[in-house]
T-cell receptor, first 115, second 113 residues
Framework: DTGVSQDPRHKITKRGQNVTFRCDPI?????LYWYRQTLGQGPEFLTY????????KSRLLSDRFSAERPKGSFSTLEIQRTEQGDSAMYLC?????????????FGPGTRLTVT | KNQVEQSPQSLIILEGKNCTLQ??????????LRWYKQDTGRGPVSLTI?????NTKSNGRYTATLDADTKQSSLHITASQLSDSASYIC????????????FGKGNQVVVIP
């Protein structure tokens, strides 16, 4: 399977704990995106990378959130001091810059539950 | 106000019947519009993409239409199957915004036997 993969698929954590998610994009894709999705809503943009550079961050990305893509391949999203409001599906997507269609291919998501 | 509005929010249809989902958007300038299918607990998967000059695009039993003048799109599902039960998300891309996409909240479709 050469699609976008995310790990873990599910994470349950206690409030105040730190969590880290990983995303492996499609290998030749140089753009990588993180989204958050709550029940009954569409995905909300968090941040995106082109290669290793983080080019844009949403206002939704508070100081407790940090994302990295150190070598321009996989990416991690860390949430520090988790709050119950952080419970959501965290989606990763990747695309190839330069394509006129700019299709973003989504991973299966990481479901976070903060208790 | 969300730049992409979808209706109905949810619907239940009998297996074998057709249905049509609506998407209205205000994104400007318009680049393209996609319909994604998202199964429960999974990531969205693209069904169709349409640019300004395209009025209709089909993918099997899914047919999307676009009216760029009125900024409306629809997704028609023909002869629905149980596997069509999912959320269908309308996603619009502008020429500006560093590839930022505007997502609708989705149409939740439940197909019953």
């Amino acid at each position: 399977d050469t699609g976008v993969s995310q790990d873990p698929r599910h994470k349950i954590t206690k409030r105040g704990q730190n969590v880290t998610f990983r995303c492996d994009p499609i290998s030749e894709h140089n753009r990588l995106y993180w989204y958050r999705q709550t029940l009954g809503q569409g995905p909300e943009f968090l941040t995106y990378f082109q290669n290793e550079a983080q080019l844009e961050k949403s206002r939704l990305l508070s100081d407790r959130f940090s994302a990295e893509r150190p070598k321009g391949s996989f990416s991690t999203l860390e949430i520090q001091r988790t709050e119950q409001g952080d419970s959501a599906m965290y989606l990763c997507a990747s695309s190839l810059a330069g394509q006129i269609s700019y299709e973003q291919y989504f991973g299966p998501g990481t479901r976070l539950t903060v208790t | 106000k969300n730049q992409v509005e979808q209706s109905p929010q949810s619907l239940i249809i009998l297996e074998g019947k057709n249905c049509t989902l609506q998407c209205n958007y205000t994104v400007s300038p318009f680049s393209n519009l996609r319909w994604y299918k998202q199964d429960t607990g999974r990531g969205p998967v693209s069904l169709t993409i349409m640019t300004f000059s395209e009025n209709t695009k089909s993918n099997g039993r899914y047919t999307a239409t676009l009216d760029a003048d009125t900024k409306q799109s629809s997704l028609h599902i023909t002869a629905s199957q149980l596997s069509d039960s999912a959320s269908y998300i309308c996603v619009v891309r502008s020429y500006y915004g560093n590839n930022r996409l505007a997502f609708g909240k989705g149409n939740q479709v439940v197909v019953i036997p």
